[in-house]
């Protein structure tokens, strides 16, 4: 029989073989155990310590201390409880368990194995005049701290120094800041921290072992200035050093910080050629580049790791993978995944999310299927990567993944976010119904699981069932978090409700002061916020949350540059994206739609192009349709039709004249500004190229027809919509709404159904003869009805927006502030007239919001200089 024992219990078993030959005595030599070969393993596998186990029983031999004591360490490795038991017994039965090693196993081995309070029984039995053991003390303090009961270890702690004469080593002080931090117990850790510095009995190496741990603990509790005091103040730092204070800035959300501090210690390594780089440092550093999308910091670093030898160590590469992910770069994640040899589920699953993440759903799902052709196992993790992926468009695979889900055993760990995936992705495809009945199905929720319904419900456009979901979290006494508040901001940007974005800023603000979480979900929900407030026509407060941000990312510089974009503050948004630039964050293709959709509604034709070349040297793939779309736009709000047809032209040949959701993109703007500036042949060119395209867009039909009514062919007109008719298209009605209070309120032209029309229509009657006695004259070219001149003037003084407006002013006692108006088409030149003379006489600001950007009107002028 051949058995195959750890290096520490062989080398007991040597000990006891020396110690039996001393005696003389070959009885002892011909024990069971002379059979054992000389190979030694690194850990006892679970059928050689049986055989080993039963051995020493068979023999009837009483092992010594050493011996019994490392069994007991390869029972606890392997979780054999039975096993374990048996040899306390029989250390108990041999008088081996007063033996500092044996009860020092033995408090290991039943914590190790959960059975903390035998742990605490063996601990109890040790008599008095024996505590002073260290290795023991530290074997009990440790059992409680790892079963996280840190506040116990921290006492028991204290218990040790007062009443035994036990000093403590550098083991003790690894265990109890580790118990400190995990229990962020900052005041403790402090005390802990005097401690290290007036211990005198530590060498150098040790007392930087200490500090490394001060330095960890200060970090968990997100004290990162104490860190790095008590990290400057080390005369000697080593690699363990700095991996805890770039990971400590790093897991509290201080990216930048973090990437300084690698780079000062690459600076230092290049100069002394002492402190070199691990993998837990480069762990750390591709997270935080992950977090800033630093693309060019990340390929210096991925260059570095090569050139160290990192590049086959799988958890570097599954962190360059969802760096490069991250940053855009999936043909680069690509790469890095080929060339991995080693890769784990981890790196599919990377790959997959990468994949999922850039909308490459063809590559998500051919990888998936080379997993399965390589019988590589997905995990729950892969499942749920699909579940996201596929969500929006692949309602038959989410339905296949659930029943797979249903029949497999999931571990409890996991049960709970693979049935949230399954949620979202029934609410992205209209089940709601679906997603409600598995969420009330659910034994286990969490916080994920609450987040993923109140979203389900915004996404199918049942804003109240989300805030009452929400209301009904907390009310359960459930922890929301940050995911919460970017939810409901977004769902409230989406009612344009700026009373609940408010309520929700208010209630998030208290739930600030208690979170000491890391600042990335916190950004996140800024950026939901500005963008709220943005949409709901608060363009001071979107800016007034975004300079109080002390982080941001591209989102955040983006939301902002789209924000002011929207309300028609060109120069602002070309402000902000310098100070995005000068800060090192790297715009994204998003980022420059929102700067080119800035420059169209200023009307800055030459900043546009100067952007627009910038975004094609800088990186000419991120150039899509849309930026072509905005140029376009840009061209043809200024009247430059040759140029707008130049860049419809440029924009089909660099894209593919082959992609149709280009041609109509492009086409459509070209007729909206046909549209404004009553180019007949232009715009009937760009309806053909359209409807060639879709034959059903029911928008070119309108905007074709209001074409030919502006320019007084009413037969034309007619005609078109007799077309329109034909193919059972219709026109969206043009309302306004108007919130006071917690109700909104709707209108449509000629409004007859409103409960307060009467006082309405005579408020509107009075506005205008009002306004007529002090200049306003009624634009009547804008009304599209081949009527006589007052049949037009009655007609246009019935437009939703002047009900709105007349609506609100009635209210004018219960309405404080600016006033906001939502309309889903966009506003003729009267209305836009008429706003500016309301807002001289009335002396209120009018806050417009059509389909296409914001109006403020204050003091007889629009923010948008009638530039629209």
């Not at 459509?668 to 404004?676: E, I, K, S, T, V």
């Amino acid at each position: 029989m051949t058995v195959f024992l750890s290096s520490s219990s062989f080398s007991c078993l040597h000990q006891t073989i020396l110690l039996t030959t001393s005696t003389s005595s070959t009885h002892y030599l011909r024990q069971p155990f002379d059979k054992i070969p000389q190979r030694i393993l690194p850990n006892t596998g679970r059928s050689d310590f049986s055989q080993a186990f039963t051995l020493l029983v068979n023999s009837g031999q009483t092992p010594n201390a050493l011996l019994l004591a490392s069994l007991l360490k390869d029972s606890s490795h392997l979780l054999d409880i039975a096993s374990g038991e048996q040899l306390h017994a029989r250390g108990v039965l041999s008088g081996l368990t007063l033996e500092p090693c044996v009860r020092t196993s033995l408090i290991s081995f039943y914590s190790t194995v959960g059975l903390l309070d035998s742990a605490i029984q063996v601990f109890d039995e040790i008599p008095a005049a024996k505590e002073t053991d260290l290795t023991t003390w530290n074997a009990i303090i440790s059992a409680y701290s790892f079963h996280r009961n840190y506040a116990k270890s921290l006492l028991l702690f204290s218990v040790m120094l007062s009443i035994s004469n036990v000093a403590p080593n550098s083991s003790t002080y690894a265990i109890i800041t580790k118990a400190c931090a995990s229990g962020r117990d900052f005041q403790f850790g402090k005390a802990l921290h005097a401690m290290i510095i007036k211990d005198k009995t530590a060498n150098k190496s040790l007392k930087t072992k200490m500090f490394n741990s001060i330095i960890s603990l200060y970090s968990k509790c997100g004290d990162l200035m104490a860190a790095g005091k008590v990290f400057d103040s080390m005369d000697a730092s080593n690699v363990i050093s700095w991996n805890a204070v770039i990971s400590g800035h790093e897991q509290n959300g201080q990216w930048e910080s973090a990437l300084a501090l690698f780079r000062r210690m690459v600076m230092l390594t290049e100069h002394r050629m002492v402190l070199k780089p691990s993998r837990i440092t480069f762990l750390c550093v591709i997270n935080a580049i992950s977090s800033v999308q630093a693309l060019k910091l990340g390929k210096e670093v991925h260059a570095k790791i090569i050139r160290v030898g990192f590049e086959d160590e799988a958890t570097l590469a599954n962190s360059l993978i969802n760096m490069y992910g991250k940053c855009s770069e999936v043909e680069k994640a690509r790469l890095v995944f080929s060339f991995l040899t080693l890769g784990d589920i981890v790196s599919w699953n990377s790959m997959l999310h990468v994949f999922a993440q850039s909308k490459k759903l063809d590559d998500c799902f051919k990888l998936f299927r080379r997993m399965q052709s390589l019988r590589i196992n997905p995990d729950i993790h892969t499942l749920t990567i699909l579940l996201v992926a596929f969500s929006s468009n692949s309602y038959v695979l989410g339905r296949e993944i659930h029943g797979y889900l249903l029949r497999t055993q999931v571990p409890e760990a996991l049960k709970v976010s693979s049935y949230n995936a399954v949620i979202t992705m029934y609410a992205k495809n209209k089940r709601i119904e679906a997603a409600k009945r598995l969420f009330n199905w659910m034994e286990a929720r969490d916080s994920c699981s609450w987040n993923a319904m109140i979203d389900g419900y915004s996404l199918n456009g049942l804003y109240e069932e989300a805030v009452l979901h929400f209301v009904e979290m907390v009310e359960e006494g459930l922890q929301c978090d940050y995911l919460t508040f970017s939810i409901l901001f977004t769902a409230s940007g989406r009612l344009v409700s700026i009373g609940l974005g408010k309520q929700v800023h208010g209630y998030m603000e208290k739930y600030s002061l208690h979170c000491h979480k890391a600042n990335a979900s916190l950004v996140s929900s800024n950026n939901a916020l500005v963008s709220m407030y943005s949409k709901c026509g608060n363009i001071s407060d979107a800016s007034g949350v975004f300079r109080m941000m002390r982080r941001r990312d591209v989102l955040s510089w983006t939301a902002m540059i789209s924000a002011l974009a929207n309300h028609g503050m060109a120069f602002e948004s070309i402000h902000i994206f310098e100070m995005m630039r000068k800060s090192g964050m790297e715009p994204n293709s998003i980022t420059y739609l929102a700067l080119l959709t800035a420059c169209a509604h200023g009307g800055l034709i030459n900043e546009g192009m100067f952007y627009f070349n910038l975004m094609c040297n800088e990186n000419e793939a991120a150039v899509g349709a849309q930026h072509y779309a905005a140029m376009v736009d840009l061209f043809g709000r200024a009247g430059q039709f040759k140029e707008a047809e130049a860049m419809v032209n440029l924009g089909t040949a660099s894209l593919g004249n082959s992609n149709l959701h280009t041609g109509l993109c492009l086409w459509r703007n070209f007729l909206g500004a046909c549209h404004a500036h009553n180019q007949l042949e232009l715009g009937v060119r760009a309806a053909k190229k359209i409807l060639e395209i879709e034959p059903k867009d029911e928008t070119t039909y309108v905007l074709l027809s209001n074409l030919h009514a502006s320019c007084g062919l009413w037969e034309d007109m007619i005609a078109v919509r007799k077309l329109m008719k034909d193919k059972g298209l219709k026109k969206e009605t043009g309302c306004s709404w108007v919130e006071i209070g917690i109700r909104k309120h709707c209108f449509v032209a000629g409004d007859a159904c409103h409960p307060n029309r009467k006082e309405i229509y005579e408020k509107v009657k009075e506005l205008d003869a009002k306004f007529r006695g002090n200049g306003y004259i009624p634009m009547t070219e804008f009304v599209l009805h081949d009527v006589d001149e007052d049949q037009k003037k009655e007609i246009i003084s019935c437009h939703s927006e002047k009900l709105a407006v007349s609506f609100v002013l009635l209210h004018n006692n219960r309405q404080a502030g600016a006033i906001r108006v939502f309309k889903n088409l966009r506003v003729c030149g009267d209305c836009h007239n008429w706003m500016k003379v309301a807002s001289l006489h009335e002396g209120k600001e009018i806050i417009l919001r059509d389909s296409r950007r914001f109006h403020s009107f204050k003091d007889g002028k629009c923010s948008c200089g009638d530039y629209w």
